[in-house]
């Protein structure tokens, strides 16, 4: 199977258009344009999933912005993106389709290229916020904070599955998603984007 995008290179960074955190600002938060082929034999749905590998894992850290935080930091993961059951017909997602503009509190529960659309780990990020505080729903792009020595990747890796729905609620998370496939994978592609704020 393989994926490819319009909007980025393999390995390149990602334009601001298609990010949520922007030099000066917010970003544009289109979601990027992907398609794939080759799917195998059988596939009866896909999961797409979008994660930022590089994701500093102190949050006192990252909330101060006098300190730099070094490339050498310990890193987790921070989902930008999860959507399930994604016909088997379904081969490419339009640039912007799924998400365009910051919605405050977050899109609601719905679908991405006809498959459920998961929450994204924004969620628990803005917890607690009155502005910005709900569930977020779909994709929202990378916001790496500007003072993070390292660059940071975004891999978005799709599934092909051999049944046509996962057993998922509605608020699902990536993580959800990743245990409910087990056993069911066909096949994978990825690819990934850069992003970094720092200058």
Known sequence: MRLHSDSFEHRQPLPAEFALGAKGGFGGNRNPHLAW????????????LCIDTD???DGALVADATTPIPVAH???????WAVADI???VREIAAGSCS????????????DAGGARGLNDYTGWFAGDAGMGGQ???YDGPYPPPHDLRTHRYFFRLFA???A????PQAFTAADALRAMQGHVLGEAAIYGTYSLNG
């Open 37 to 48: 082929d080759e799917a195998p034999a059988g596939t009866r749905s896909f999961v797409l």
């Open 55 to 57: 994701a500093p894992t």
């Open 74 to 80: 310990p890193r987790g993961d921070f989902v930008h």
């Open 87 to 89: 016909p088997a017909d």
């Open 100 to 111: 365009d503009g910051l919605t405050a509190k977050g899109k609601p529960a719905g679908r």
């Open 136 to 138: 977020y729903f779909g």
């Open 161 to 163: 599955l051999d049944v």
């Open 165 to 168: 729905s996962l057993a998922l």
